[in-house]
């Protein structure tokens, strides 16, 4: 009688835990030390920070039945599994460790001894290889197992080479392969372990981690090396129960016999469908090992894995002519055939089995659209003589149809056809350009087409006059902007709802902030808008988990927030009264912004407010709040209230059915907003700007309550801490300061007169640098720092003070080169300003020009101005 796969499993933990190890109980599939993998993919990876040395555990030695799944980015990895004897998607790696304790002779012992002696697999039938250069394991597999020289195969550092990254742990390995002998169809001169024939099935891979790899790549011995094996418990299985294909040992034996029950399509009957049988065994099994772990279907991340590989085995259920969701009844038999080992399963099979189904159900009803679809392109293509299938129709399965790339993939290699990636990658960078467009709020018409789709079919019901929490169901999930079924951690999603306490901007007040959350996943709420009547787009980011649509969610406004945009709301209701009576009902309300830190409002009016009319004003809206009057709403029709008294607002919009909102006999307005019960909750309203912004249109900034007393205090806060640079009390700084401003206008006017002396100090000592030509003096100075303003007067003085003559100056100034010339009127007949100055300038890299007299220009080159200065000199004919 041959094992099970539940006797083999156990009996490699039993057999280390006698030799010392602990049995350690499979890690999550999803890692959770190590963000830079997707999955648990070999029983190593929970040890990983051990082998590193980074975190110790009070066992030396190990030994683990892990979780695996394989699911590789690319997508014919995916496509192999059903078709091959030995491809799956999650698969189970039998392992033992030894973290600095034991190396090779006993990883080598163990495991031949398992092996030979207690799985009775006799030495004949197995070959074991080694890196070439790897001497010590060669040896002790020669002098201590006494393994014949024939079954023993060196191998190059592709084959028995690991290493855990580019640097850090790594080592030679060994593996034990089981060798079913060499079929006739090999051509191979050697047929070793690495020869594709059939002929070789790797059991068992003993890793030696051995040195530790730096950054250059050389390889330094590690002090404590270490041991890290694994072998694939349905390889074991396979070959332990005789079979060459893994899925006809005992492991699926469950699953396929569901699998062929639910589709009344047997094993044996057709090539295709079995391969089909053994996708959907294959892939209802790893689902169950996922959702197990919490992974939930998603558009991103392990969820969108998740939901390719459900997909898919939704697609051959389709090819075996099943027509309604029934991956979880196939799941269901992974749970009887896995439970054993991992009890988790058996304790969420509810929880699992109908996610799985709920997931199933949303594919199943698009899936039959999208291949008739598919099926309609394919005759297409194949009509036009064509091998692929163009990126665009893939884009659109996958888009409209929920079919991921690999699913289409794998209809086409069953027409002998492949898909055009790159088109594919095109079509899908577009829309995500489009998305991303979409949320900078462009007006895209793609996000207008969804939003009419979404007002269309829902209505969300507004609770926010009432409360600010509430429970409701989400009704639809955009991510990115594009309609999605799930979201999770990290995506920016906007969600809605069948009834939300969440108010959406509009009427000048800001949209609600808060939380959102389900039984699965958490969203904070950054902002709710109102594109279109009644659609409520709750915008945020998956701070948590995963949400979907359908889900009931509990929803929660931050109460703070609320509060504070309540009173700044409410305090531009009484602002605007008061304002009113005090200068006149033609200050009109013509925009409002009502946040919770502020409050902003616009109204028609000619002239800038007095400081008299704003305290006036100021002092009515806070003589309302001290009288504490109740706010009422009621709801009429339009010109029901307008006759009423209550104020529309010019420009806004209204419906039929009106909200009109009055506190006391003070103020009565329409307006949809959500208001304070009582004028006294707004605590106290001071303006703190009133300003013009457009012709005939002032706006007034204004606070409440505490962000009030905070203004006040910051005011406060600034005026002691003139006084104290000054020295002064407050009460004196009025003073102190005006008498600052009169000693420093004093000041810079005795900086001027100092500073005209000592230019015509400086003057003087450049009147002594003139050289002189038939009767005409000629001065070329340099005065760096001097502007082109200062220069021109500087010129004027000198031309005086010479007589008759031409006067140069140039100056860096910056990093530029400031020109001047004067020519006295007796000569400019023989020089001429403006045409000196272009000569002079061209040297330091500029231009310029001028009247004969006078001429400024500008230049770049400040090292050329001593050459520009003997070049005036040259010019006026005393260089
Ligand atoms: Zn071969
Ligand atoms: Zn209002």
Known sequence: MSRTAKEIREDFLRFFEDRGHQRVKSASVVPSSDPTLMFVNAGMVPFKRVFLGEESRDYRRATTAQKCIRVSGKHNDLENVGRTPRHHTFFEMLGNFSFGDYFKLEAIEFAWEL???????????????????????????????????????HLDEKENFWAMGETGPCGPCSEIHYDFGRPESCTSEVCDPSCECGRWLELWNLVFMQFNRDESGTMHPLPHPSIDTGGGLERWAAVLQGVRNNYDSDLFTGLLGRAQDVSGVSLGEDDEKDVSLRVVADHARTLAIMVGDGVLPSNAGRGYVLRRILRRGSRHGVLLGVEEPFLYKVADAAIDELGDAYPDLRERRDFILDRIKRDEERFMTTLSKGLQLLEEEIQEAKAQGQASLDGRTAFKLYDTFGFPLDLTADILVGHGMQVDQAGFDDSMQAQRERARAAWAGSGDEGVAE???????????????????????????????GQPAEDASEGDEVEVVLEETPFYAESGGQVGDRGFLSTGSGRVEIQDTQKPLDNLFLHRGVVVDGEISVDSEAELCVDQ????????NHTGTHLLHAALREVVGSQAMQKGSRVAPNRLRFDFTHDAPLSEDEIRRIENRVNEWIEANSPGTTEVKSYDEALESGAIAIFDEKYGDQVRVVSFGDCSTELCGGTHARATGDIGVLKVISETGIAAGVRRIEALTGLGALEHIRLQEKRARSAAEVLKVSLEDLPGRVEKLVADNRKLEREVERLRNASRGSEASDLLGGALEIDGAKILGARVDGVDAKEMRGMVDDLRNRLGSGVVLLMAEHGAKVVV????????????????????????????????PDFAQAGGKDASKIDEAIARFHALCGVG
């Open 115 to 153: 092996l030979t002696e207690h799985m009775q697999i006799s030495a004949e039938n197995l070959a074991v290889s080694v890196f070439r250069d790897d001497d010590e394991a060669a040896d002790l597999w020669r002098d201590s197992i006494g393994l014949p020289g024939d079954k023993l195969y």
């Open 450 to 480: 969804i939003h009419g789709r979404l007002a269309a079919q829902f209505s969300t019901r507004f609770l926010g006059y009432e409360t600010t929490e509430a429970q409701s169901r989400i009704v639809a999930l955009l991510v990115d």
């Open 560 to 567: 703070e927030l609320r509060a504070a945009t309540v009173r």
């Open 820 to 851: 001047a010339i004067g020519v006295t009127k007796d000569l400019v007949g023989r020089f001429k300003a403006g045409d000196l100055i272009g000569e002079v300038a061209s040297v330091v890299g500029g231009g310029g020009g001028g009247r």
